[in-house]
């Protein structure tokens, strides 16, 4: 019998929450003509042609065995917090669960300078965060985990298995999870559940909602007095580039398994890795329990068992989504059709230079474990339909650029970027960076290399290359030789149409039980 160490909630679930938490198409709220997708960001320098801003992924760690990745992190970007303007997180923002319980030790600690009242991170409540500088996530898949009620009953009761957690896992878990992404929604999203009367609601949106843009009256969002987010995706307008923040948790169903004899010979082969790899987390589990994580050689040791054991437990959960009995897939078509539309209207606004993207899984990834998850598919598939009704409505407007000029992704822990080629879609030719390695276990790139590889039903079964990796930085080297090196970006968007985006990469790197910070060599990107 095999732990199930976390629970992923159906999408409608998921869909169906955050839209209560934010009273979402509340008919007080259409009266008022708000666009509870739309914000703008009162700094001041909105209008600015040249700015800079970082990028975050995968961070909410914790100590992570003794050592601190994440707050090492933290201290780097704190070297550039007073000329960048905003903070993209790509999402998991806490590990494992999501919980409430973890977001004082995995967040608020780790980056308490850019909260107002930091200096006294203990008294700061998470569902009360006020930045300094603005923190804009989107939600990863563990924002959105909850944990299975017999699994933090033993976490919390059983002595043997805390330790062996502590050791092994090395996981933050308390008694319970996310709750379905509230946890989440309680410390970035403005909350409107909360209000009981009309007269309160009017009152809070008279204050925070007075933007107004060409879609409607939208939430201002104000650097160290009011810094809440109007949903779980949204967009906003930055120096003449449109920001288009996604939840990717809700269109990343797997494509169902085919029917007839093709379907019944995949899905035999689905349980027969199932049925492998829960024997080898078995295993893994037993091998941890006779190791001494305070002996260095063991504790490296136990290193890579943990990271073993995380790559099997995501893969497991891709598989329990594609051997769903009954398997119906739910599609978040109204957040893709906003996405459509917006973009659309972006390309006929002259006011707008370029367009970024930024949500959790990636479509292209050149990480370990990734690329043949058929989440990943799903993902880079939907995607593609956006992006190619996105180009037959505009036309000639791109005048030969790529309908978004750049793609910002996490779920893989690393750092890459990668170009695609001719994918015979309009997601061809565009530029796309993961920045997942800003703190949790560092996985390598895959024993393919850098090359990706897609087979097209739709063209009789061809196999081409569609996308190849220009850069990536993950854990590499074995037992004491090993490294890890952390990651965050610096982002800097220049003047002209298309802009350019000079990207700087910086690295805190763990070898030896030593912590070396580092700058990668500044690279330009354009369309």
Not at 342 to 363: D, M, Q, T
Request: charge should be neutral; charged fraction near 25%.
């Amino acid at each position: 019998m095999t732990m199930k160490f976390v629970s992923d909630p159906p999408i409608s679930v998921k869909i169906r929450k955050m839209k209560e938490r934010v009273r979402w198409q509340d008919p007080f709220i259409v009266d008022r003509g708000i666009d509870q997708t739309r914000m703008v960001l009162d700094d001041g320098g909105s209008d600015s042609s040249e700015f800079s801003f970082l990028v975050v992924g995968d961070s909410g760690s914790g100590s992570h065995g003794g050592h601190n990745p994440q707050r090492q992190i933290a201290k780097q970007m704190l070297l550039h917090r007073d000329s960048s303007r905003f903070v993209l997180h790509t999402g998991d923002v806490i590990y494992l669960v999501g919980s409430s319980e973890y977001y004082k030790k995995n967040f608020i600690e780790p980056y308490r300078e850019f909260i107002l009242g930091g200096e006294h991170p203990d008294r700061i409540a998470y569902n009360q965060m006020t930045f300094n500088l603005p923190f804009l996530p989107v939600p990863g898949n563990h924002d959105y985990y909850d944990l299975p009620l017999i699994f933090g009953l033993i976490a919390q009761t059983t002595k043997p298995f805390q330790r062996l957690l502590r050791s092994v896992l090395d996981f933050d878990v308390g008694w319970h999870g996310s709750f379905q992404g509230n946890a989440y929604a309680q410390a970035f999203i403005d909350y409107l559940k909360t209000f009981n009367s009309q007269a309160e609601l009017a009152q809070h949106l008279d204050r925070h909602y007075g933007a107004l843009t060409e879609t409607g009256y939208c939430l201002r969002y104000q650097p160290g007095q009011f810094t809440r987010l109007p949903n779980r995706y949204y967009t906003f307008r930055y120096g003449g580039i449109d920001f288009f923040a996604l939840d990717s948790n809700t269109f990343n169903d797997p494509i169902p398994v085919p029917v007839g004899q093709e379907g019944a010979a995949y899905r035999r082969l689905l349980a027969e890795q199932q049925e492998e790899l829960e024997q080898q987390q078995q295993e893994i589990m037993a091998t941890a329990a006779t190791l001494n994580p305070n002996q260095p050689d063991e504790a490296e040791h136990l290193d890579d068992l943990r990271t073993k054991l995380q790559q099997i437990e995501e893969t497991l959960l891709d598989i329990d989504k594609q051997l769903q009995p009954n398997q119906t897939t739910v599609i978040d078509y109204e957040q893709l059709d906003w996405l459509r539309e917006r973009l659309i209207a972006s390309w006929n606004n002259k006011e707008v230079r370029g367009r970024v993207i930024y949500f959790h899984h990636p479509p292209y990834v050149t990480e370990a474990t990734k690329w043949n998850q058929a989440q990943t598919l799903a993902v880079r598939q939907r995607l593609r339909a956006v992006f190619d009704a996105v180009a037959n409505a505009v036309g000639d407007l791109t005048q030969g650029r790529g309908v978004v000029d750049l793609v910002l992704n996490g779920h893989a822990h690393c750092l890459e970027y990668l170009q695609t080629g001719n994918t015979g879609h309009a997601d061809s030719h565009i530029n796309w960076i993961v920045c997942g390695g800003s703190g949790y276990s560092l996985r390598r790139q895959r024993s393919e290399g850098s090359e990706l590889r897609e087979t097209f039903t739709e063209d009789g079964g061809i196999t081409r290359t569609v996308a190849s990796c220009k850069l990536f930085v993950g854990r590499n080297g074995q037992g004491g030789q090993k490294r890890r090196p952390y990651s965050f970006l610096r982002i800097d968007v220049l003047d002209g149409c298309p802009p350019k985006f000079r990207v700087r990469p910086f690295i805190a790197e763990r070898s030896q039980r030593k912590w070396i910070h580092s700058e990668i060599q500044p690279f330009v990107i354009s369309t």
